[in-house]
Nanobody, 123 residues
């Protein structure tokens, strides 16, 4: 069975850093499209960063470009989101997601989701 288990969320101060992890089971992560999404209260879920299944190219939302980095450890079948220079507007529930193929970072193109982990950036 496909399963995604997230960890690493928490409370950090503005300017701080946090690394989210998403451990995958039931499939080989490096063969799939992978994405990190977030949803803040009252807002739509948005794509933060994704990895294409075709060539492994990465996408970053403009709001996080230069601050966030997506990566994966194939040996651990885990994908990470390193978040630096965090801002209050980064506060959201962060989800990892995957699908068998894809090049987009739109939530409608992903079929398997983790449970979400809360990230709160506040002083």
């Amino acid at each position: 069975q496909v399963q995604l288990v997230e960890s690493g969320g928490g409370l950090v101060q503005p300017g701080g850093s946090l690394r989210l992890s998403c451990a995958a089971s039931g499939f080989t992560l490096d063969y799939n499209a992978i994405g990190w999404f977030r949803q803040a209260p009252g807002k739509e879920r948005e794509g933060v960063s994704c990895i294409s299944s075709s060539d492994g190219s990465t996408y970053y939302a403009d709001s996080v470009k230069g601050r966030f980095t997506i990566s994966r450890d194939n040996a651990k079948n885990t994908v990470y989101l390193q978040m630096n220079s965090l801002k209050p507007e980064d506060t959201a529930v962060y989800y990892c997601a995957t699908w068998w193929s894809g090049t987009s970072c739109h939530d409608g193109d992903y079929g398997y989701w983790g449970q979400g982990t809360q990230v709160t950036v506040s002083s």
